[in-house]
């Protein structure tokens, strides 16, 4: 549902940067998206295809990279990507964890046309 | 000819850029901000109230209502208990965003209050992705929402300072399994404080305010 304001910021950031470019338009756009940032490919899609008509990414094409999500135990030190639910330490059972990739949401670069 | 440009650049910087205003907006007031989440009907604004009860003596506070829909119900209830509260209709939006939480803040009379609530909308997947510029985020579960909140919708649970376990009131009547509702939580943010309580009986209410005061009092220079 909030993917509409996620897309309106994802079009601003990119006519921003092409801008600063001179491009006269831009072709494809690279973000990196991490398992945990509860953003739907989609949706994102979707929406882009409408809003991005009539300015510089018309036609762009979105590509999503998608990080997993890492776990690093705070008990023994282990390091495991989450597969489906929640789980704690497959080595010890901790459940003292941090997340050390997976969160990512960001504009990596665009191609443009100048 | 045809480029590549590197942007690499977070997608909600614009958000947290103002999330960073409102924030410094606050302190400049005194006022501390506390953000609450929760999905509909978990007892955000039963547990505001009782929050206001137990502080009035002490602290004025100020609520700014997040509702999608143009419905003032909620405000009413925080101005009937004679504090100052600020509506915000997000028009159909399922968040408030650092954008909507500004407008707000211009309305509140911030040299009047020590504790500003701002009761986020209903929904444990949107509120988590928009930063507003409070100081601390509190979730209020409910034990009818079921025991696996916390696998379902882990997101919500990973930035907050609290979890409030609402309608405590109602465990003997439903298969919610405490523990199982607690390691999530474990898994997803061992720092959190785990407060157990029910608006309809008082239980463990006094418990929250208590750390509400010790956090307050960490966050306001005396």
Same mark, same amino acid.
């Given at each position: 549902m909030h993917e509409l304001p996620i897309t309106e910021?994802?079009?601003?950031?990119?006519?921003?940067?092409? =801008?600063?470019?001179?491009?006269k338009r831009v072709t494809a756009l690279h973000l990196v998206v991490g398992q945990?940032?509860?953003?739907?490919?989609?949706?994102? =899609?979707?929406?882009?295809?409408?809003?991005?008509?009539?300015?510089?990414?018309?036609?762009?094409t979105l590509h999503f990279e998608r990080i997993p999500a890492?776990?690093?135990? =705070?008990?023994?030190?282990?390091?495991?990507?989450?597969?489906?639910?929640?789980?704690?330490?497959p080595q010890c059972g901790s459940a003292r964890l941090?997340?050390?990739?997976?969160?990512?949401?960001?504009?990596?670069?665009?191609?443009?046309?100048? | 000819m045809s480029k590549i440009v590197p942007v690499v650049q977070e997608i909600m910087s614009a958000n947290d850029s103002l999330a960073a205003q409102n924030r410094a907006k606050l302190d400049a007031a005194q006022v501390v901000g506390m953000n609450i989440m929760a999905s509909p009907g978990a007892g955000k604004t039963s547990t505001i109230l009782r929050t206001i009860e137990a502080l009035a003596a002490d602290y004025r506070l100020g609520v700014?209502?997040?509702?999608?829909?143009?419905?003032?119900?909620?405000?009413?209830?925080?101005?009937?208990?004679?504090?100052?509260?600020?509506?915000? /209709?997000?028009?159909?939006?399922?968040?408030?965003?650092?954008?909507?939480? !500004?407008?707000?803040?211009?309305?509140?009379?911030?040299?009047?209050?020590?504790?500003?609530i701002v009761e986020n909308v209903g929904n444990l997947i949107c509120p988590a992705s928009f930063t507003l510029g409070t100081h601390? /985020?509190?979730?209020?579960? !409910?034990?009818?929402?079921?025991?696996?909140?916390?696998y379902k919708y882990p997101n919500i649970y990973r930035g907050i300072d609290a979890l409030i376990l609402n309608k405590m009131d109602l465990l003997p009547y439903i298969d919610f399994d405490l523990a199982y509702f607690r390691q999530g939580i474990e898994i997803l943010n061992p720092e959190a404080a785990f407060f157990p309580i029910s608006c309809k009986t008082g239980e463990g209410v006094a418990e929250w305010i208590e750390w509400l005061k010790v956090r307050m009092a960490s966050l306001r220079p005396a």
């Open positions: 910021n994802i079009l601003d950031i990119a006519v921003t940067y092409a =801008q600063q470019a001179s491009a945990l940032s509860s953003i739907v490919d989609d949706s994102i =899609q979707f929406y882009w295809d409408i809003i991005s008509k009539d300015t510089l990414c018309a036609g762009a890492r776990l690093e135990c =705070q008990e023994c030190g282990h390091t495991y990507t989450l597969s489906r639910e929640l789980m704690v330490c941090k997340v050390i990739a997976g969160e990512e949401f960001r504009l990596e670069s665009i191609e443009v046309e100048t | 700014v209502e997040g509702d999608t829909a143009n419905v003032t119900i909620d405000a009413d209830k925080v101005l009937a208990a004679g504090m100052p509260a600020v509506q915000i /209709n997000t028009g159909g939006n399922c968040h408030l965003d650092a954008v909507m939480l !500004s407008g707000a803040l211009a309305q509140m009379p911030l040299d009047e209050i020590e504790l500003l601390f /985020n509190v979730v209020i579960a !409910s034990v009818p929402e079921g025991d696996d909140k916390p």
